[in-house]
């Protein structure tokens, strides 16, 4: 039995994601043949070369040509016009540098100068601007990619997939579909863990169900379970699209029995496999409920043999690792994450002797020293015991990982960690209101989440902060109690992120919003796969004044670090973070604050043009546009935005 296991874009590619390779070191033992596949790493490797963006370049340049020809310009031929004017010096550049900024990201003297690195970074985010641009309306980062109407419907998933309008078109045309035809896989598994990688999923899934007829197409992941658990009956029949079947909950047994069942011949019924999604003749599609979570202690370490472990786009190589599973608090209000119903997961450990064996045996394996402690939320008494048990083994390693600030950190708790590894912890501390902590159902006060930064930075290791606005009910001086925070315990925060709350469906408020001061919760009519989640507060918690008085304030209190965006140095919980706080220091990022971002490799001296003012206007019509549809007739089609983007005014010459 050989099985293909392929993460699609769009994600991080300076270090490999966990799934693939547990779910190999799951299923070979088993004697399961397993392939896997870095589609995400090898798609955008496909994409960011010179010969891709010259092409890129001249469609840029060719198409507003075009679009300037005509007397006058609709709403959507202003917004692609406008994206393309955006990127035209960046098209121009970027096929010169991108080189360049590849070989810093992966060169270690070059990564560690700090002007080279925000160049390369410069370079490679224009590049994905460029991409973006040139299959407008796509927005595309390594976080995302999304277009306006994206998951709605079939035919719009179809359109989607169309070769004009997918980027990675070429990679599964000339890279992607050989390499599975030599391979001639039985079965052929998409790891869909983000909600950036639903939309190339079903992409590559239609184009290879037409490729490969005769093999059997599984999907699986967090994020499409937290698709297909919202759906019953034809609704769910109709997500599977292309797809044969589905896994759901945690894939190491479900994916062992398909595989077994496919084996046999002729195969095995399909139905009696627990947590596997099929289409079924009366009630459209279903599946038997079986244990979402499985047995930590049985599943050996992850084997990453088969990954490009090479081309990653770092200096050097951070294995991501799963000591646990699950979240041991469970509680917050907000959290909907993982491989779970509702909630999140069950907690489970590995045994700590069984922990320290895995990351030896992978750090000579493998000749790196870099991990990312992977899971939802370690409990600090497992950490503390295998930091200690780390140290005994001698074992030079360096990870971060994701905590919950616990008085049981204390300093000389903290001190053990450092000693067995720790570089970064970041810390889930939400807001710094303690009534909206208490809604939240945290279970910490801010006094107790500021000890344990002070006992973190103490020991040498850095300290992140994670927080978010606009938990519903929050008022405007409770935002700004967060920023406070951060500004008032600055000299020990090495980094931070204060984000937007985002209602998910699982989640406690999404369940019962009324307990959590909201008037209502929506899906829109025509999104047929229910990806979208609004809500209404009873009370209108803050005015317009005061959102762009917290946007000021938060951009002030950022300009005390270097922030990035996720994956770059200066973004949390990132192998290029972990480097940098490996060689320069828990301080870098503040030490760092206020340099220049960086310019784009390649670069060449040019006026604009265009005045892009005029231009410009097209977006707010384009928000107004989608709030119409989302709040107002809550229904969205195609049709409807064509009606209105039909009322608004051409921009003549």
Same mark, same amino acid.
């Given at each position: 039995?050989?099985?293909?296991?392929?993460?699609?874009?769009?994600? =991080?590619?300076?270090?490999?994601?966990?799934?693939?390779?547990?779910?190999?070191?799951?299923?070979?033992?088993?004697?399961?043949?397993?392939?896997?596949?870095?589609?995400?790493?090898?798609?955008?490797?496909?994409?960011?070369?010179?010969?891709?963006?010259?092409?890129?370049?001249?469609?840029?340049?060719? *198409?507003?040509?075009?679009?300037?020809?005509?007397?006058?310009?609709?709403?959507?031929?202003?917004?692609?016009?406008?994206?393309?004017?955006?990127?035209?010096?960046?098209?121009?550049?970027?096929?010169?540098?991108?080189?360049?900024?590849?070989?810093?990201?992966?060169?270690?003297?070059?990564?560690?100068?700090?002007?080279?690195?925000? =160049?390369?970074?410069?370079?490679?985010?224009?590049?994905?601007?460029?991409?973006?641009?040139?299959?407008?309306?796509?927005?595309?980062?390594?976080?995302?990619?999304?277009?306006?109407?994206?998951?709605?419907?079939?035919?719009?998933?179809?359109?989607?997939?169309?070769?004009?309008?997918?980027?990675?078109?070429?990679?599964?045309?000339?890279?992607?579909?050989?390499?599975?035809?030599?391979?001639?896989?039985?079965?052929?598994?998409?790891?869909?863990?983000?909600?950036?990688?639903?939309?190339?999923?079903?992409?590559?899934?239609?184009?290879?169900?037409?490729?490969?007829?005769?093999?059997?197409?599984?999907?699986?992941?967090?994020?499409?379970?937290?698709?297909?658990?919202?759906?019953?009956?034809?609704?769910?029949?109709?997500?599977?699209?292309?797809?044969?079947?589905?896994?759901?909950?945690?894939?190491?047994?479900?994916?062992?029995?398909?595989?077994?069942?496919?084996?046999?011949?002729?195969?095995?019924?399909?139905?009696?496999?627990?947590?596997?999604?099929?289409?079924?003749?009366?009630? @459209?599609?279903?599946?038997?409920?079986?244990?979402?979570?499985? $047995?930590?202690?049985?599943?050996?370490?992850?084997?990453?043999?088969?990954?490009?472990? =090479?081309?990653?786009?770092?200096?050097?190589?951070?294995?991501?690792?799963?000591?646990?599973?699950?979240?041991?608090?469970?509680?917050?209000?907000?959290?909907?994450?993982?491989?779970?119903?509702?909630?999140?997961?069950?907690?489970?450990?590995?045994?700590?002797?069984?922990?320290?064996?895995?990351?030896?045996?992978?750090?000579?394996?493998?000749?790196?020293?870099?991990?990312?402690?992977?899971?939802?939320?370690?409990?600090?008494?497992?950490?503390?015991?295998?930091?200690?048990?780390?140290?005994?083994?001698?074992?030079?390693?360096?990870?971060?990982?994701?905590?919950?600030?616990?008085?049981?950190?204390?300093?000389?708790?903290?001190?053990?960690?450092?000693?067995?590894?720790?570089?970064?912890?970041?810390?889930?501390?939400?807001?710094?209101?303690?009534?909206?902590?208490?809604?939240?159902?945290?279970?910490?006060?801010?006094?107790?989440?500021?000890?344990?930064?002070?006992?973190?930075?103490?020991?040498?290791?850095?300290?992140?902060?994670?927080?978010?606005?606009?938990?519903?009910?929050?008022?405007?001086?409770?935002?700004?109690?967060?920023?406070?925070?951060?500004?008032?315990?600055?000299?020990?925060?090495?980094?931070?992120?204060?984000?937007?709350?985002?209602?998910?469906?699982?989640?406690?408020?999404? *369940? $019962?919003?009324? *307990?959590?001061?909201?008037?209502?919760?929506?899906?829109?009519?025509?999104?047929?796969?229910?990806?979208?989640?609004?809500?209404?507060?009873?009370?209108?918690?803050?005015?317009?004044?005061?959102?762009?008085?917290?946007?000021?304030?938060? =951009?002030?209190?950022?300009?005390?670090?270097?922030?990035?965006?996720?994956?770059?140095? @200066?973004?949390?919980?990132?192998?290029?973070?972990?480097?940098?706080?490996?060689?320069? @220091?828990? @301080?870098?990022?503040?030490?760092?604050?206020?340099?220049?971002?960086?310019?784009?490799?390649?670069?060449?001296?040019?006026?604009?043009?265009?005045?892009?003012?005029?231009?410009?206007?097209?977006?707010?019509?384009?928000?107004?546009?989608?709030?119409?549809?989302?709040?107002?007739?809550?229904?969205?089609?195609?049709?409807?935005?064509?009606?209105?983007?039909?009322?608004?005014?051409?921009?003549?010459?």
């Amino acid at each position: 039995m050989k099985l293909a296991l392929i993460y699609p874009p769009a994600c =991080d590619p300076t270090a490999p994601y966990p799934a693939l390779p547990a779910l190999a070191g799951f299923l070979r033992p088993q004697g399961i043949e397993v392939l896997p596949i870095d589609a995400n790493l090898d798609g955008f490797l496909a994409l960011l070369q010179r010969d891709p963006l010259t092409r890129l370049a001249g469609h840029v340049e060719r *198409r507003i040509v075009s679009l300037r020809r005509r007397r006058a310009l609709d709403h959507q031929a202003q917004l692609e016009l406008l994206a393309l004017l955006r990127v035209r010096g960046d098209a121009r550049a970027v096929p010169g540098g991108i080189n360049a900024a590849l070989e810093i990201l992966r060169t270690g003297e070059r990564f560690y100068d700090p002007g080279l690195y925000a =160049d390369a970074v410069a370079t490679v985010s224009a590049a994905l601007r460029v991409v973006a641009a040139a299959h407008t309306p796509l927005q595309l980062d390594f976080t995302a990619y999304r277009t306006p109407f994206a998951l709605t419907t079939p035919d719009e998933i179809a359109r989607d997939a169309d070769p004009a309008r997918n980027p990675f078109d070429d990679y599964l045309t000339h890279d992607l579909i050989p390499r599975l035809r030599q391979a001639r896989p039985d079965c052929i598994g998409l790891s869909v863990c983000f909600p950036g990688q639903l939309v190339p999923a079903y992409s590559f899934a239609r184009k290879l169900r037409t490729a490969f007829p005769e093999a059997h197409l599984v999907a699986g992941g967090p994020a499409i379970t937290q698709v297909l658990l919202r759906l019953r009956g034809p609704a769910l029949a109709q997500a599977l699209g292309p797809f044969d079947s589905a896994v759901v909950f945690e894939g190491e047994h479900t994916l062992l029995a398909l595989c077994r069942a496919l084996s046999e011949k002729p195969s095995r019924a399909l139905d009696r496999i627990p947590n596997l999604v099929l289409r079924e003749p009366v009630l @459209g599609a279903r599946y038997l409920p079986g244990p979402p979570a499985v $047995d930590l202690h049985t599943l050996p370490a992850p084997d990453f043999d088969g990954l490009p472990l =090479d081309r990653y786009l770092s200096p050097h190589l951070l294995l991501p690792y799963d000591p646990t599973r699950g979240c041991y608090w469970g509680r917050c209000a907000f959290c909907h994450y993982g491989l779970a119903a509702t909630g999140t997961a069950r907690y489970r450990e590995r045994a700590v002797d069984t922990v320290v064996e895995h990351l030896a045996a992978l750090s000579a394996r493998h000749h790196t020293r870099f991990f990312y402690l992977s899971q939802d939320s370690v409990a600090p008494a497992m950490l503390c015991r295998l930091a200690d048990a780390l140290a005994r083994a001698g074992l030079d390693l360096r990870w971060g990982t994701d905590l919950r600030p616990e008085p049981f950190l204390t300093v000389e708790r903290c001190q053990g960690l450092r000693r067995g590894g720790a570089v970064a912890c970041s810390l889930g501390i939400e807001s710094a209101s303690p009534r909206v902590l208490r809604l939240i159902d945290k279970g910490i006060t801010p006094t107790r989440a500021a000890t344990v930064l002070r006992n973190l930075a103490r020991a040498g290791i850095a300290a992140e902060v994670m927080c978010f606005t606009d938990f519903p009910t929050e008022t405007f001086a409770e935002a700004m109690m967060t920023l406070g925070f951060v500004e008032q315990h600055a000299p020990h925060i090495a980094a931070f992120i204060v984000g937007q709350f985002e209602l998910t469906h699982g989640s406690r408020v999404a *369940r $019962d919003p009324t *307990r959590f001061g909201l008037r209502e919760i929506w899906t829109v009519q025509g999104d047929e796969l229910g990806t979208a989640l609004f809500f209404a507060e009873r009370k209108t918690s803050k005015r317009g004044r005061e959102r762009v008085q917290l946007e000021k304030a938060l =951009d002030r209190l950022a300009s005390g670090w270097l922030l990035r965006s996720y994956p770059w140095a @200066g973004s949390l919980s990132t192998a290029h973070t972990i480097f940098y706080y490996d060689h320069f @220091g828990p @301080g870098v990022f503040k030490k760092l604050a206020g340099q220049a971002r960086g310019r784009i490799l390649g670069q060449l001296p040019g006026a604009r043009a265009f005045d892009l003012r005029k231009l410009a206007r097209a977006e707010q019509h384009e928000a107004e546009i989608w709030h119409e549809l989302t709040h107002v007739r809550r229904q969205i089609s195609r049709h409807a935005y064509d009606e209105l983007a039909a009322r608004l005014p051409a921009l003549k010459r």
